[in-house]
């Protein structure tokens, strides 16, 4: 070979290593771009994380809130409960004795009409008729 084939021979394989040159330079200049493009998303993603952070504290401070108030309703149902408690005993402290009374009322006030029913059957004389009015004006009266 001749030195101006081999010349040739080596201005070729230059062209060549100048175009893969080229290639790679074009190749560099996308992959920057990629990696600027990452870069970006990588500034918004931990934009993001940090506002999920800062609902995630909020979540939980809502949550000690709601446990709070959670814990309030229990007290008020305790309340509520001793109240229910409270309210049976004034009723049965206050119900019962008034039907008891009530009820002894009844059986005096049956008594005296079964009375008056035999008076009335056994009237021989105007007192015993007096008796019978009075008792009569006695029961209207209660």
């Known amino acids: ?9 080596i201005l070729g394989k230059l062209d060549e290593v100048q175009t893969d040159v080229a290639g790679l330079k074009s190749d ?9 493009g990452l870069k ?3 500034a918004v993603m931990k934009q993001e994380v940090s506002g999920l952070k800062n609902d995630m504290s ?3 401070s809502e949550i000690t809130v709601m446990k709070g108030d959670i814990a309030g309703l229990k007290n008020d149902v305790s309340d509520l409960k001793g109240d229910v408690r409270g ?3 004034d009723i049965e402290n206050d ?5 008891k009374v009530a009820l002894e009322m009844l059986l005096d006030h049956s008594k005296r009409f079964i009375k008056l029913d ?16 009075d008792e009569l004006k006695s029961l209207h009266r209660i």
């Open 1 to 9: 070979m001749t030195t101006d084939e081999m010349l040739m021979q």
């Open 28 to 36: 560099m200049a996308v992959m920057k771009d990629d990696v600027s």
């Open 40 to 42: 970006s998303d990588m």
């Open 58 to 60: 909020g979540i939980k």
């Open 87 to 89: 309210i049976k005993l």
């Open 95 to 99: 119900l019962v004795p008034s039907n």
């Open 118 to 133: 035999d008076k009335v059957r056994n009237i021989s004389d105007s007192l015993a008729i007096n008796e019978v009015l």
